[in-house]
């Protein structure tokens, strides 16, 4: 299988514990996204990189969240201190190229329950 | 800042009928404008998209998106609805610059048989 993958698909956890979520893009896809959906809700942006530069964050990104591409391959999310308003469907996205038209590859997403 | 709105969270149509998807969008610059499915307990699948040329875009699945600049519109039709075309489908637009892709609340078609 050459699509995203994520890792867990499922993570339950009582909260004030961390998490980490893990991403493999496409093959030489240069840019990786993060995006959080909840019940209801289209997928909301959290941050991308290119390569291995974290190129932008959002708002909604706070300071427990954090996300790594170390070699711009595989990345990483962790969630630090986690509260029940983390509970979300937490989806990685990949697209080819520099310069392209913005399509993305989107994996299974990890769901996060936290009680 | 982009956004996108999906008016209806829900439609329904009966099987063999014709599917409207409605979205509008606002941005800077051109629109880059696109259509994914979500299947449940699957990820987004990309269905068609509209950068420029003709207004009427084919994707998926005989999914089409007609955009309309004027009303800033690009709705999602299809001429013959199947009963495994229910999902859940979002709207996306992003600028002519490297800038994420910003979704819409997503509507969800139900096709009845």
């Known amino acids: 299988d050459t699509g995203v993958s994520q890792n867990p698909r499922h993570k339950i956890t009582k909260r004030g514990q961390n998490v980490t979520f893990r991403c493999d893009p496409i093959?030489?896809?240069?840019?990786l996204y993060w995006y959080r959906q909840t019940l209801g809700q289209g997928p909301e942006f959290l941050t991308y990189?290119?390569?291995?530069?974290?190129?932008?964050k959002s708002r909604l990104l706070s300071d427990r969240f954090s996300a790594e591409r170390p070699k711009g391959s595989f990345s990483t999310l962790e969630i630090q201190r986690t509260e029940q308003g983390d509970s979300a469907m937490y989806l990685c996205?990949?697209?080819?190229?520099?310069?392209?038209?913005?399509?993305?590859?989107f994996g299974e997403g990890s769901r996060l329950t936290v009680l | 800042a982009q956004s996108v709105a999906q008016p209806e969270d829900q439609v329904n149509v009966a099987e063999g009928n014709p599917l409207t998807v409605k979205c509008t969008y606002s941005?800077?610059?051109?629109?880059?404008l696109f259509w994914y499915v979500q299947y449940p307990n699957r990820g987004l699948q990309f269905l068609l998209k509209?950068?420029?040329?003709?207004?009427l875009v084919k994707g998926s699945y005989g999914f089409e998106a007609e955009f309309n600049k004027s009303q800033t519109s690009f709705h999602l039709k299809k001429p013959s609805a199947l009963v495994s075309d229910s999902a859940l489908y979002f709207c996306?637009?992003?600028?002519?610059?490297?800038?994420?892709?910003?979704f819409g609340k997503g509507t969800r078609l139900s096709v009845i048989a």
């Open positions: 509209y950068i420029t040329g003709d207004n």
């Open positions: 093959s030489e896809h240069n840019r």
């Open positions: 996306a637009v992003r600028d002519e610059g490297n800038t994420p892709l910003v």
């Open positions: 996205a990949s697209s080819p190229g520099l310069v392209g038209t913005g399509e993305l590859f």
């Open positions: 990189f290119q390569n291995e530069a974290q190129l932008e």
């Open positions: 941005v800077s610059g051109n629109p880059y």
